[in-house]
């Protein structure tokens, strides 16, 4: 069974550039969800894809969207980056089945300068 | 507003205790509740899960207690050990599937 993993491991950008993470979802799970994670906070949820949908938000800007792929596998894209926008990107996939369990990625941490 | 908190925020103890993380969350109607470790600077590592009709869940020497009436979980870590040490998170996925997550406790084992 492959885990989830994420790509880049780390990534610096300036301010107002584009950025593009990746997550590849565990094995047999079709939904991917997103988090930031600021130092010293705990993960802030972003949204959550299922099936290539998006199925549900939490409160982030526009600026910030996502895709997921007919293998379930997902992008997460921020625009006009913000020195605010530094943190650890965590994915995590899940089974609707399983009772929804967790399993995260080793994301990516970004900054911005 | 949905929320989670997680007492105490830093916790120093010598190898060998046991020791409980508290965490308090303001929605009853939860879904499930996760435990999460998480190594500096790393990913979350799955520890336990509660369902929403369970009490307790164990793995080890880790046992979680979910109490919905109270809006209370405890992460019950017997006889630690320098490996434990890391940040504990707790977090409950709400009936909308949005999971809320606590800041964590910092946990540092004494050798």
């Known amino acids: 069974e492959t885990g989830v993993t994420q790509s880049p491991t780390h990534l610096i950008k300036t301010r107002g550039q584009q950025v593009t993470l990746r997550c590849s979802s565990q094995s047999g799970h079709n939904t991917v969800?997103?988090?930031?994670?600021?130092?010293?906070?705990?993960?802030?949820?972003?949204?959550?894809?299922?099936?290539?949908?998006e199925n549900g938000r939490g409160n982030f800007p526009p600026r910030f969207s996502g895709l997921q792929f007919p293998n379930y596998s997902s992008e997460l894209n921020v625009n006009a980056l913000e020195l605010d926008?530094?943190?650890?990107?965590?994915?995590?996939?899940?089974?609707?089945?399983?009772?929804?369990?967790?399993?995260?990625?080793?994301?990516?941490r970004l900054t911005v300068l | 507003k949905q929320e989670v908190t997680q007492i105490p925020a830093a916790l120093s103890v010598p190898e060998g205790e046991n020791l409980v993380l508290n965490c308090s969350f303001t929605d009853s109607a939860i879904y499930n509740l996760q435990w999460f470790r998480q190594d500096p600077g790393k990913g979350l590592t799955s520890l336990l899960l509660i369902q929403s009709s369970q009490r307790e869940q164990t793995s080890g020497r880790l046992n979680a207690s979910l109490d919905k009436s109270s809006g209370r979980s405890t992460l019950y870590i017997a006889a630690s050990q320098p490996g434990d040490s890391a940040t504990y998170l707790c977090a409950f996925m709400n009936r909308d599937d949005k999971i809320i997550f606590g800041k964590g406790t910092r946990l540092h084992i004494l050798p």
């Open chain 1, 85 to 108: 926008d530094s943190a650890l990107y965590l994915c995590a996939s899940s089974e609707p089945g399983l009772y929804n369990e967790q399993f995260f990625g080793p994301g990516t």
């Open chain 1, 33 to 53: 969800s997103w988090y930031q994670q600021a130092l010293g906070q705990g993960p802030q949820f972003i949204f959550q894809y299922y099936r290539e949908e």
